[in-house]
């Protein structure tokens, strides 16, 4: 069964600091991976989609990576700033089935 | 518009309550979802939908009944609420069924926070 595990499951950093969240599965036979933003009390926003045969998908300051065969992907967001406070999720598609880890919490200090 | 739409907001009961949260797309999407959130935040699938037929049923209490009189609604009754419903239960949408849709985005619903006393 697929596990997803999310590290850090806190982090906080200043403003305009560039930082890397973290998500592992431990089934590569995956269909994508997304990247979700929750607000507090609100629902998922979804941020970026890695299809299976991609290695990267880019918006704006954010960028995802991903590495089917380790079992990783990264959330790189740069330039950090308050309003990207929020937790993090990543999901894995495994074809019938959505997983989603645990979430890191971030905080950007003004 | 509100893509994936959820009601009610807040809900708070008593234990042994039958209770429902409605949920309407407005997206045209085919597959419809239920997750539960608990207190750690971690989102587990409940239940999938695609044109109305059922085709993920996880472990969850024959208590929780999801109904889809439509594609674009999918609804959660829970009968003789307990302690341990205390969640957020969200619902979410996308285009294709699960199977060997690489492309597919989920859209979710803003939450219903359900607190049984």
């Known amino acids: 069964k697929q596990e997803v595990t999310q590290i850090p499951a806190a982090l906080s950093v200043p403003e305009g600091e560039n930082l890397v969240l973290n998500c592992s599965f431990t089934d590569s036979a995956i269909y994508n991976l997304q990247w979700f933003r929750q607000d507090p009390g609100k629902g998922l926003t979804s941020l970026l989609l890695?299809?299976?045969?991609?290695r990267e998908q880019t918006s704006g300051r954010l960028n995802a990576s991903l590495d089917k065969s380790s079992g990783r992907s990264t959330l790189y967001i740069a330039a950090s700033q308050p309003g990207d406070s929020a937790t993090y999720l990543c999901?894995?598609?495994?074809?019938?089935?959505?997983?989603f880890g645990t979430g890191t919490s971030l905080t950007v200090i003004p | 518009d509100t893509a994936v739409s959820q009601t009610p907001k807040y809900l708070v009961t008593q234990m042994g309550n039958d209770k429902s949260i409605k949920c309407e797309q407005n997206l045209g999407h085919d597959t419809m979802y239920w997750y539960k959130q608990d207190s750690k935040k971690f989102l587990k699938i409940m239940f999938s939908?695609?044109?109305?037929?059922?085709?993920i049923n996880e472990t969850v209490p024959n208590r929780f009944s999801p109904k889809s009189p439509d594609k674009a609604h999918l609804n959660l009754h829970i009968n003789s609420l307990e302690l341990g419903d205390s969640a957020v239960y969200f619902c979410?949408?996308?285009?294709?069924?699960?199977?060997?849709?690489?492309?597919?985005?989920?859209?979710f619903g803003p939450g219903t926070r359900l607190t049984v006393l």
């Open positions: 979410a949408s996308s285009q294709e069924a699960l199977q060997g849709a690489s492309t597919d985005t989920q859209y």
């Open positions: 890695i299809q299976s045969s991609q």
């Open positions: 999901a894995v598609h495994t074809g019938n089935q959505f997983y």
């Open positions: 939908y695609n044109n109305k037929e059922l085709i």
